[in-house]
């Protein structure tokens, strides 16, 4: 056994297991069941070019030397992003714990309880702060958060505005750069005018649907914009505040001042700041919303037994069910960072929280005092962290570079400076030290922080926040380590069991490739230091970006977009522009057939195009010839075709070069969806195809953990049409020559967990790379034969057999009495998460087992199910059954009385594996349908609502 082979680590199929699986599929080699399952017109005839695959030990060595390129600076930067300080006990017991970041969207409640729970907490947190009434658990980043306030506002408008085709929307001047170029972005596809100014002299036009104001400004001034507020309240003119998470701690609650949408990130709540993310936004909105709300609402609810339970509420998956009617196109959070920062306000509670704010604005009051006694010029009437000194930038900015700090140059005659939690008084001493220096003037040292403030009247606080019990009971840490290890036990997740989910690729994620997350100086990088400072990263997603460029078949590669959905709306904003600028603007319909992701017409429509479906056939191809009669009657007008190789349904669609063909020969352009992607590395790629932009899924097939339903990471590659046009940003040069605006708020998306990919492609190379999808094709077809006889695959290649993932028809047992969503919760009395339910086909289940599974364990998901098939047989002959109560937690066990017709050891222990590792549900089935009607999600206790429910 070769024990530096990292692909035999991740792999997991023993060699002494091949021939009883290949035995079972009805193959001699792994070859021949690719042969027969891959089309022969898309295989790759050579290698990817890629370099030899590293040890783990090799590449723990080579990060480490990356690692030592990056300079951490002290950065005073700001402008959203400021050092934090992660408490230990979250680092270790959250974010190093695979316990909490293998686990995946908590779609499955009675499972989930625990991050449900952190979830509730993030969200109450948000409210306290904010002073709204609704919360959703957390966006990509604060830019995008901004944008959704104003897709959001857009779709509010009142009746005689959309009659009126009022669709200006107002920007302050103040808001953060990077905002303000994904407002751009996105407001052009959808028809929304965007107007840039001051918000002291904007005059309420009723030309205007809404606004955005920044709360404190990028300058640092916070203006009391309760007037503002007011003047627009009368206009019907709806405002959202991009706000400061801490500065809300001792500034009025926007919630307070009548505002409609509170946006920004919790970065600073103890999330590194990672060269840009990922980091967790919020998104606070009125209860009047909840309805257009974006992303996921963690909500309360009970269930069988009457108790309470937590399930996501709402629009949970909107996209897929609206499709081209949905609001937004999100479908991923941020869960493990807003689980994190979640903790740190129940760690640091109310009072801790205050010490860190009055602090940050004290040291901030202390250094402009200092510097005033310097003879220099501060702007700011009201700051909270930041403040703008006026004099030579250039000067400052070459001795503030020898002494290794950052700060913000807004022009030549202006210095900013932003202030962090992690800044002591020897650092203000440092920064005094700078500014004497420039102005040859004698350094002197502050001893101790001023405890006056700039803030006053009414932009002062004055109401409470995280007053509820677990803010304020977990303050030390043995208390809140156990505290967070109760909510791990409630949780399934990968160090349990196999997570078969079809189309979200739960693999392993190694320990190798994660450790470097905790490494500072990968960690400690401000987005926007100068790209001198940043050569570990420069040089590591350079080289990442070269990677998924060869191994997609492409010529370039943005890394911007920080999740799938992103991915796909950057990819048709691309294609958009490569219209344009062909002349051909009026280019904009987009064919979509009839099983794609819920993502991709939604996607479409938000980048300005019509969504026109193709049909499928009945084994779920793509109806060619209906195709290619929408694509000949939309020629003059078609601008890209969405599809997902292999297909929604798990096949190689053998037709698939002529269906980009069709595309190509009408003008369009082929967006392929990768999600599936791990279906194809190093044995096919979309260039083979014929595509011409895809998105990938870093967080699906290159090993970024799922943390409970994000980060995800979503970049595309493109082919050399498309390269000029990848995503820009305005404070740091990236993308192409002619570049759209930004698709995410920092220039290369979610760096730091590029890290993981990075590792993950690097340790593996072509040849693990190439196994790695091969054997995901063999334990899907191996689980296919298995099930066999007891279940059907709905859709198969023209040879019989599946792609990476199946979907099983569970339609046919509606004669018993069972939906698919029974099998979904007795899979967990087994131990396991169900596969995907009733997507793309309602009453089905898609299972999709990724090469990391051994065969001991897909055996035993393959005893479960068929053990569960039994089930089902059984109860056609009493609705009273072990189907229909499942899951069965450890109280019903474990009661006084068992009123069920079956036993209570078939009930928890139906294979005898599960007694040795049994996994308990902490809840009963949830009631859907009673948490939707009596909205809850903050902490406050249900008994509060069930007598008005």
Not at 912 to 941: H, M, Q
Request: some cysteine.
């Amino acid at each position: 056994m070769n024990t530096d082979s990292f692909a035999l680590r991740h792999i997991g199929p023993r060699r002494s297991d091949l021939p009883a699986m290949l035995q079972k599929v009805g193959v001699e080699t792994i070859d021949q069941l690719i042969f027969e399952t891959i089309p022969d017109n898309i295989r790759l005839e050579q290698p990817l070019t890629l370099d030899p695959a590293m040890s783990e030990h090799e590449f723990a060595a080579h990060i480490q030397e990356l690692a030592s390129q990056n300079k951490v600076f002290n950065s005073y930067i700001g402008l959203g992003y400021h050092q934090a300080v992660t408490p230990a006990v979250i680092q270790r017991n959250i974010l190093e714990n695979p316990g909490w970041y293998t686990a995946y969207t908590p779609y499955q409640a009675e499972i989930a309880q625990g991050r449900l729970e952190a979830l509730l907490n993030y969200q109450t947190m948000i409210t306290d702060l904010t002073g709204m009434e609704l919360a959703n658990a957390s966006l990509l980043d604060e830019a995008t958060a901004a944008a959704e306030a104003m897709a959001l506002l857009f779709a509010v408008r009142s009746r005689d505005q959309k009659k009126a085709g009022v669709s200006k929307f107002f920007v302050s001047e103040e808001i953060l750069p990077q905002t303000l170029s994904l407002l751009q972005t996105r407001s052009t596809p959808i028809g929304v005018e965007l107007v840039i100014g001051n918000h002291e002299s904007f005059d309420f036009s009723q030309d205007f649907f809404g606004a955005i104001l920044q709360y404190p400004g990028k300058s640092g001034q916070v203006h009391d914009i309760t007037t503002f507020v007011s003047k627009a309240n009368d206009a019907g003119i709806k405002v959202a505040v991009a706000a400061d998470i801490l500065s809300l701690v001792k500034l009025k609650a926007p919630g307070e001042m009548g505002v409609d949408v509170v946006v920004g990130t919790t970065q600073r709540f103890g999330i590194p700041l990672g060269y840009g993310g990922p980091h967790a936004a919020y998104f606070a909105t009125r209860e009047a919303y909840k309805r257009n709300i974006p992303g996921r609402i963690i909500g309360v609810t009970k269930d069988m037994n009457g108790n309470r339970a937590l399930r996501m509420a709402l629009q949970t998956r909107e996209q897929h069910i609206k499709r081209d009617k949905a609001t937004s196109n999100i479908c991923t959070a941020q869960v493990l960072l807003a689980v994190m920062a979640g903790m740190y306000g129940v760690y640091h509670g109310p009072e801790g929280l205050t010490h860190i704010a009055n602090k940050v604005h004290n040291s901030t009051t202390t250094l402009a005092d200092a510097l005033e006694k310097l003879g220099l010029y501060q702007t700011n009437t009201a700051y909270f962290d930041t403040i703008q000194v006026k004099t030579d930038s250039n000067k400052v900015a070459a001795i503030a570079t020898e002494n290794n700090i950052n700060f913000y140059y807004p022009d030549t005659n202006t210095v900013s400076i932003s202030i962090h939690e992690a800044t002591t008084i020897k650092d203000i001493n440092t920064i005094i030290a700078v500014f004497a220096k420039a102005l040859d003037k004698t350094p002197f040292e502050v001893q101790e922080l001023i405890e006056g403030t700039s803030i006053s009247g009414g932009i002062a606080r004055d109401t409470p926040f995280l007053t509820l019990d677990v803010f304020n009971s977990y303050h030390s840490e043995t208390e809140l380590m156990r505290y967070i290890k109760k909510l791990e036990r409630k949780d399934l997740s990968l160090n349990h069991s196999m997570i078969s989910l079809g189309s979200c690729t739960m693999k392993l994620n190694a320990a190798s490739e994660m450790l470097p997350l905790s490494n500072p100086q990968w960690g400690n990088i401000h987005p926007f230091a100068p790209i001198d400072q940043a050569q570990g990263y420069q040089t590591m997603l350079k080289k990442l970006e070269d990677q998924l460029t060869e191994i997609t078949g492409f010529a370039g590669t943005s890394l911007q977009p920080n999740s799938g959905a992103q991915g796909e709306y950057a990819g048709l904003m691309v294609i958009r522009a490569y219209h344009e600028s062909r002349g051909e603007s009026h280019r904009n319909i987009c064919l979509i057939p009839s099983s794609a992701h819920g993502t991709n017409p939604a996607s479409a429509v938000m980048a300005g195009m019509k969504v026109i479906v193709t049909k499928a056939l009945e084994n779920g191809n793509i109806d060619l010839d209906d195709l290619r009669a929408k694509a000949e009657e939309h020629k003059d007008n078609l601008a890209a075709l969405m599809v997902t190789y292999p297909s929604t349904h798990g096949v190689y669609e053998s037709a698939i070069k002529d269906i980009t063909s069709i595309i190509h020969e009408n003008g369009g352009q082929v967006y392929m969806d990768g999600a599936n992607m791990n279906a194809q590395v190093a044995l096919t790629h979309p260039g083979a195809i014929g595509a011409d932009v895809c998105h990938l899924n870093l967080h699906k097939t290159f090993a970024i953990p799922h943390g409970g339903g994000g980060p995800g990471v979503g970049p595309i590659c493109v082919a050399s049409q498309l390269v000029p046009f990848l995503p820009s940003n305005p404070v740091i040069t990236t993308g192409g020559e002619k570049a759209i605006t930004a698709i995410s708020a920092a220039p290369w998306g979610s760096a730091l967990a590029c890290l993981i990919s990075y590792a993950y492609i690097t340790m593996l190379g072509e040849n693990g790379l190439r196994k790695s999808t091969e054997y995901a094709i063999l334990n899907a077809n191996y689980i296919k034969e298995r099930l066999d006889g007891h279940y059907q695959c709905l859709y198969t290649g023209e040879r019989g057999r599946a792609a990476h993932e199946m979907i099983i028809d569970c339609r046919p047992f509606k004669a018993n009495g069972i939906e698919v969503t029974d099998i979904a919760k007795r899979l967990m009395d087994y131990g396991f998460h169900a596969p995907t339910v009733s997507f793309p086909v309602a009453g089905t289940i898609m299972i999709e087992p990724t090469e990391s599974e051994s065969k001991e364990e897909l055996d035993r998901f393959c005893d479960a199910m068929i053990s569960i098939r039994k089930e089902i047989e059984e109860a056609a002959s009493d609705p009273n059954n072990v189907m229909k109560n499942a899951p069965h937690t450890l109280t019903m066990l474990t009661a006084d009385t068992w009123d069920f017709p079956y036993t209570r050891e078939k009930a928890a222990y139906p294979l005898s594996y599960i007694a040795e590792n049994k996994f308990w549900p902490t809840v009963r089935r949830v009631d859907d349908a009673y948490g939707d009607r009596n909205l809850i999600c903050t902490c406050a206790p249900i008994e509060e609502y069930m007598e008005e429910a």
